[in-house]
C-alpha cells in the first residue's frame, strides 16, 4: 500500500515513522505541495497513492483570528482540493481536524457524537475541512487530535508546550500557566500508531477522536512534566482571564476516546506517554 503524508512537522514526522515500517510512505513537505492551491494537489495524481494523510494546517490559533482568509484557504479548501484529488485517483482521504470544533461548554471529555460549535476562526476552518471532507470523499477518515507533543515540535509554533516549559524553568521563569482550560494531552507518537492501527484493522470510515486518555489543565500538565523531571519551577496557577488571547479558547475540549477503545484501538494515558516523551527526549 502507499501512503502519502502531506506534511512532515510534529505529527507528520511521527506518521511517517509509524506507517513506514509497514506500508511504502511519500512524504511531501510544504515545498513539494501547497494544499490551498488546486494545481499543486494534482502532483498526487501521478503517485496515485492508496492512502492520503492530510496533516498540512494553519495553526497558530491567535494569528488565525488576524488572517482568516490565509487560515480558510488552508484548513478549509486545502481539505476541499485533497478530497477532490483523492476521490478523481480513489485513495483513502485522511483529514487531521481538532478538539477546537468545540465550543468547551461541556463538563465532560466530548465523543465523536457530539454537535460541533467552534468558538475561534482556526476551530471554524477545521470544523470547514471536516465538512468538506466527508462531502466529497466517498472513503474518508476525520481524526480529531488534540494538545500535540512531538520529538519533532511544532515548526510553526518553535516547539512545543513540554520544551517551553523545561526551557523557561531552566532559566529561571516564573511559570504562570492557566488551570481553568482543560484538554487531552497528545503525544504524536501514540496519535499515529493509533492511526496505523485504524487503517490496519479497516475500521468503518468516518470521524474518530485520537488522544492520549484522560485530560487535565494546562497547569496540571505543566506540573506533571516537573513532577518527572524533577526540576525546580516556579510554577503558578492562574486564571484564563489573566492570560488573555486574541482567539477564544474553549474551556474544555478534552476528547472521549471510548470509540476507538470499543473498537480494540487502546491509547495509554497522557501521564504515561509524557513519561515516554521526557525519556525520548533525554530530560529524565
Known amino acids: 500500500m502507499k501512503v502519502v503524508v502531506i506534511g ?3 505529527l507528520g514526522s511521527d506518521i511517517v515513522k509509524s506507517f513506514e515500517e509497514e506500508y511504502e510512505v511519500i512524504p511531501l513537505a510544504h515545498s513539494d505541495i501547497e494544499v490551498s492551491d488546486y494545481k499543486s494537489c494534482e502532483v498526487l495524481k501521478g503517485l496515485k497513492p492508496d492512502v492520503v494523510i492530510n496533516t498540512a494546517a494553519y495553526h497558530k490559533t491567535d494569528e488565525c483570528e488576524d488572517f482568516p482568509e490565509k487560515t480558510f484557504s488552508v484548513n478549509a479548501l486545502g481539505a476541499r ?10 485513495a483513502v482521504n485522511i483529514y487531521i481536524s481538532t ?4 465550543d468547551g461548554e461541556k463538563d465532560v471529555p466530548y465523543s465523536e457524537s457530539d454537535v460541533p460549535n467552534p468558538v475561534n476562526v482556526y476551530g471554524v476552518s477545521k ?3 471536516e465538512i468538506f471532507t466527508r462531502n466529497i470523499s466517498s472513503r474518508y477518515y476525520i481524526f480529531r487530535v488534540s494538545s500535540l507533543f512531538g520529538v519533532a515540535g511544532a515548526r510553526g509554533k518553535g516547539g512545543n508546550f513540554v520544551e517551553t516549559m ?15 482550560i482543560v484538554m487531552s494531552p497528545t503525544y504524536t507518537k501514540d496519535a499515529s500508531m493509533a492511526m496505523l492501527k485504524v487503517l490496519e484493522n479497516e475500521l468503518d470510515y468516518g470521524t474518530y477522536h485520537i488522544s492520549n486518555n484522560g485530560y487535565c489543565s494546562w497547569y ?3 506540573k506533571a512534566i516537573f513532577e518527572i523531571t524533577g526540576m525546580d519551577a516556579s510554577l503558578k496557577p492562574i486564571t484564563s482571564d489573566e492570560y488573555p488571547t486574541k482567539a477564544r479558547r474553549p474551556r474544555n475540549s ?3 476516546v471510548e470509540k476507538l477503545r470499543k473498537m480494540g484501538v487502546e491509547i495509554r494515558h497522557w501521564k504515561s506517554a509524557l513519561r515516554s516523551y521526557l525519556e525520548e527526549k533525554g530530560h529524565i
Not at 478538539?99 to 468545540?102: G, I, L, W
Not at 523545561?166 to 521563569?173: E, H, R
Open 254 to 256: 478534552s476528547l472521549s
Open 220 to 222: 496540571e500538565f505543566a
Open 8 to 10: 512532515v512537522g510534529q
Open 81 to 90: 482540493n485533497i478530497a477532490k484529488v483523492c476521490e478523481e485517483v480513489g
Open 127 to 129: 470544523y470547514a475541512g
Open 166 to 180: 523545561i526551557k523557561n524553568a531552566k532559566n529561571g521563569v516564573e511559570l504562570k500557566v492557566v488551570d481553568d
Open 99 to 102: 478538539d477546537y470544533v468545540f
